[in-house]
């Protein structure tokens, strides 16, 4: 019987561990745990002494079940092809993956593997497969330069790379196996590269590194022995983006990563066994992790996965899907929403979406006019709307309200979840009951992250120095009811169309383009992708801008980093505003770039340059 969430609720808080200990309970572990936490501020180790696997909590343990023969997945890809495969397929298809890594490929527990691969069936394979033999995956968005994913395989160390032949997006080929080759050229730690023929285009291989997928398979055993694992030895690592120009390699465990992903998805989602559920986030991001792979198949859900673009071929293409595949569960970003609000409600009048019962937001902010649109025009009004905050550190839902049990606020994420502890407290760490502050987690969850791969001192710097409790990064503010509205980064980390990325990162791009002396980047509100990037830039002395000097450098960084990344505008200045110690105000750049007063300028070497700016702003951004 399931618990109601009153009970949930009361029961975390009477005893928030023996809460956590029953969650864990729900999952199958090899040997039971002695202690549920052991915590040393800021390291915590959950279900300690307790050993399990991640595949077999998402397969093994349904098969002999009416599981077994359930859709586990449901994809279509971007040309309209369909594949099912059921939990004893998928189960199947993992562990020979998994027998190929170990034998082939040697591949051990505690070794990392760099996953780089469009969104399909083997991309789920490839991460079961990893968790099955213990080895630490760490999947790159497929839309990551070589340069990215380069950086990233360097920074864990990985030794093998799966990727595809190529991914479909809007039509055209993503040439993922090209992007591994250019990555791979500045370095040789990697021994092996296998390709998933996915559109059956011609790659080239490069004899004794790349090998295909198909054959390996074909020669392999069906069954392949589970790892099994302590409850924190690592189950991945996921890169994200912080304040300085290196990217994080976020560390998760396996118990308590688990725990959290099977429940959390469980009461937020209110899965019931015949739900077809879709969350539209990419593998590469940890909504893809916990919400398309890890927390759903350990429930024995449906999980649909798709392709492509949503609005290709036609700007229908969500709800054609929707539609098609009776999707009851739909999971995506505000910046989706509002582009299909944009883009107008005949496309989804256009569809019969009566199979919908419950929609989710996820990413950044969901300002309420996009709110109302999906509950209205998706929804048909009687879908509720989980607005879900959390991110890749917290491993999984944190705030949110639960459907048809707590009343839902536009513009609200809501209430921490059971066994979530979460506070609004001012800089000096004291409780702001009601109104505005910085948001903490303030004890710890089994899902959090466990540090930063390779540099322990930089975990504590960036979570724990900030408040005496873990620090998110977002500014947010509170109602009488105690539901969280989330305000924003309040660090110099900025929300893309719900992709996370860093202002450093950009700037150093900018600044490793021949010519550019120095760059500063702010995000500036927009409509439909929540900020938009704006780069300041100066020249090298003698340098002269090109006509189409501000294309060459967003191609730039689009090409350094990756398409996320690629800045709205450059605004060429011949100066940055700074203080007298040298140090940039991007205070004064992110009014300008609004429109709004520049603020207090009295401590400025150059005040002159605010006026200079206001006008190199209006003729670029041409908006003002
Ligand atoms: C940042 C985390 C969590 C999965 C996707 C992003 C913002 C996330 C919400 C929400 C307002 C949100 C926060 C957070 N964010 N969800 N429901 N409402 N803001 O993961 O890349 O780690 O980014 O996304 O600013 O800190 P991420």
Avoid at 132 to 160: M, W, Y
Avoid at 180 to 208: K, N, R, Y
Wanted: aromatic residues 8%.
């Amino acid at each position: 019987m399931t618990p109601s969430i009153t009970t949930l609720y009361q029961a975390a808080q009477d005893d928030r561990l023996g809460f956590w200990d029953a969650q864990a309970k729900t999952l199958v572990w090899d040997t039971p745990w002695h202690t549920v936490l052991d915590w040393q501020k800021p390291h915590a180790k959950w279900f300690v002494g307790g050993r399990l696997n991640a595949s077999v909590n998402c397969l093994d343990r349904h098969l002999g079940t009416p599981t077994a023969n359930k859709n586990a997945l449901i994809w279509e890809g971007e040309d309209g092809s369909v594949q099912t495969y059921s939990y004893a397929r998928l189960a199947e298809e993992v562990n020979r993956f998994a027998h190929v890594l170990t034998t082939t490929f040697h591949v051990k527990k505690g070794d990392r593997v760099t996953i780089y691969m469009p969104l399909i069936p083997q991309l789920v394979v490839a991460v079961l497969a990893c968790a099955r033999i213990g080895a630490i995956h760490s999947v790159v968005f497929g839309g990551f330069s070589a340069l990215s994913l380069r950086d990233r395989i360097e920074d864990c160390g990985s030794k093998l790379v799966i990727t595809a032949d190529g991914g479909r997006r809007r039509g055209q080929v993503v040439p993922l196996k090209s992007i591994v080759d250019e990555a791979l050229s500045t370095i040789d730690t990697v021994q092996d590269v296998i390709v998933v023929s996915h559109l059956g285009i011609e790659v080239p291989l490069q004899s004794g590194r790349d090998v295909l997928y198909e054959p390996l398979m074909a020669k392999a055993s069906p069954y392949c022995p589970p790892q099994s694992m302590d409850s924190e030895d690592p189950l991945f690592i996921l890169y994200t983006s912080g304040t300085t120009g290196k990217p994080k390699g976020i560390v998760h465990t396996t118990g308590g990563y688990l725990t959290h992903a099977a429940f959390s998805t469980k009461l937020v989602f209110d899965l019931q066994p015949e739900d077809i559920y879709w969350c539209t986030a990419d593998i590469g991001w940890i909504t893809g992790h916990t919400y398309v792979v890890y927390g759903p198949l350990a429930n024995g859900a449906t999980v649909f996965l798709y392709e492509g673009s949503p609005d290709y071929p036609d700007k229908d293409r969500f709800w054609k899907l929707i539609d098609t595949h009776k999707v009851s569960i739909f999971y995506t970003a505000p910046t989706a929403i509002r582009a299909c609000m944009k883009w107008g409600d005949h496309h989804p009048n256009a569809h019969d979406l009566s199979s919908l019962r419950l929609l989710g937001s996820v990413g950044e902010p969901i300002n309420p006019e996009a709110w109302r649109w999906y509950h209205k025009v998706i929804g048909n009004s009687r879908c509720p709307i989980v607005d879900t905050w959390w991110q890749t550190e917290t491993g999984g839902i944190m705030i949110t309200t639960l459907p048809g049990y707590h009343r839902m606020k536009p513009g609200y994420a809501g209430l921490p979840l059971p066994g979530i502890e979460a506070k609004i407290v001012g800089e000096d760490g004291s409780e702001v009951v009601v109104g505005k502050g910085l948001l903490t987690l303030n004890e710890p969850w089994p899902s959090m992250l466990r540090g930063i791969w390779g540099d322990p001192r930089r975990y504590e710097e960036v979570y724990w120095s900030t408040l005496p409790t873990y620090f998110a990064g977002d500014g947010a503010s509170k109602d009488q009811d105690g539901h969280v509205m989330i305000e924003g980064r309040v660090d110099d980390v900025l929300n893309v169309a719900g992709h996370r990325i860093g202002t450093m990162e950009v700037e150093s791009a900018l600044v490793d383009y021949n010519g550019v002396a120095e760059a500063a980047v702010v995000g500036v509100p927009d409509d439909i992708k929540g900020q938009a990037i704006v780069a300041f830039i100066t020249l090298k002395e003698g340098v002269v801008f090109a006509e189409d000097g501000a294309t060459l450098l967003k191609n730039w960084v689009a090409s350094r980093i990756g398409a996320i990344a690629r800045p709205t505008w450059i605004i060429l200045t011949p100066e940055l505003p700074k203080t007298r110690s040298g140090k940039i105000m991007r205070r004064v750049l992110k009014n300008s770039a609004q429109g709004l007063p520049a603020g207090d300028v009295s401590t400025l070497a150059n005040p002159d340059i605010v006026e200079l700016l206001r006008a190199q702003i209006s003729a670029t951004m041409n908006r003002l």
